[in-house]
Each structure stands twice: as C-alpha cells, then as structure tokens.
Nanobody, 113 residues
Framework: QLQASGGGLVQPGGSLRVSCAASGFTFSRSYMRWVRQAPGKEFEWVSGINAGAGSTYYEDSVKGRFTISRDNAKNALYLQMNSLKPEDTALYYC????????WGQGTQVTVSS
C-alpha cells in the first residue's frame, strides 16, 4: 500500500529526494510521516504532514535540512533531504494513518564519502 523509492548513496553535504506512492487507502485524508531506522537502532520519527499539507513537523536534527511535502492528486509523499550527514544513514519508511496504520517497505539512504 506504500511504496518508497529514491534512496541511494550520497556524499556528506549532498541532497536526495525520497518518494512514496500510496494505494489502497484514502491518502488525501491521512496524516503521513517519514520514519527511519539506522542499523542497530530503534525507529526514529523524522517528519510529519497533515492531510491538507497545511502543517508540517520535523525532528530537531533534521529541521532546516529536510522538507516534507505531498501531492494528494498523485497519492504521493516526498522527503527532500539536503545537507545530508553520515548520521542520516538509515532505512527510510513512509507511514500513514493516525495510528501508524500503513507502512511501506523502506528505501535505503546511505551518506558516506
């Protein structure tokens, strides 16, 4: 129901945009978020956006560097990541619903020189 894509290997300071295609639920009415999991660590909430895209939220370490957005006409969620750091390396998941109801399979982002 959620298909994330766009991950890859990028050098520190670089940029990457990950995308998520949604199906099987009413995307336009769903709160959406990105969470990540680094190797050996627990899941970490990264960013969230309300259904109408009027409000966005960010974890402190990514504020000013990441931008979440959505296109309800395309059932798509995005995360633009700039000024990437090695500590941003993780598997990034798009998650939908008020109670983390819908999960994608994740896309790997690796920040390394």
């Amino acid at each position: 129901q959620l298909q994330a894509s766009g991950g890859g290997l990028v050098q520190p300071g670089g940029s990457l945009r990950v995308s998520c295609a949604a199906s099987g639920f009413t995307f336009s009415r769903s709160y959406m978020r990105w969470v990540r999991q680094a190797p050996g660590k627990e899941f970490e909430w990264v960013s969230g956006i309300n259904a109408g895209a009027g409000s966005t939220y960010y974890e402190d370490s990514v504020k000013g560097r990441f931008t979440i957005s959505r296109d309800n006409a395309k059932n798509a969620l995005y995360l633009q990541m700039n000024s990437l750091k090695p500590e941003d390396t993780a598997l990034y998941y798009c998650v939908g619903g008020d109670y983390y109801d819908y999960w994608g399979q994740g896309t790997q982002v690796t920040v390394s020189s």
